[in-house]
């Protein structure tokens, strides 16, 4: 939950499968949050995707894991 103190920060909700598909991508993603003031929420299915819990824990955020889409809502 967004506190008092997070109040006017944009949101980012990541969703993830956990496939690494892009590694050479994630010293660029990991400094566009430190940057634009974003607090991001990870979404992982079926899988625990360590860079999406270090960007979402240093932005204020957290990762919510579920075993299928089906869990979702």
């Known amino acids: 939950m967004i506190g008092e103190s997070d109040a ?11 496939l690494d598909t892009a590694s050479f991508l994630a010293d660029a993603v990991s400094i566009r949050p430190k940057r634009s003031d974003v607090v991001v929420y990870g979404v992982s299915v079926g899988a625990r995707v360590r860079f999406l819990r270090d960007l979402s824990a240093f932005t204020g955020g957290t990762v919510f894991d579920v075993d299928s889409t089906k869990d979702l809502s």
């Open 8 to 18: 006017g920060r944009s949101l980012v909700i990541v969703f993830s499968d956990g």
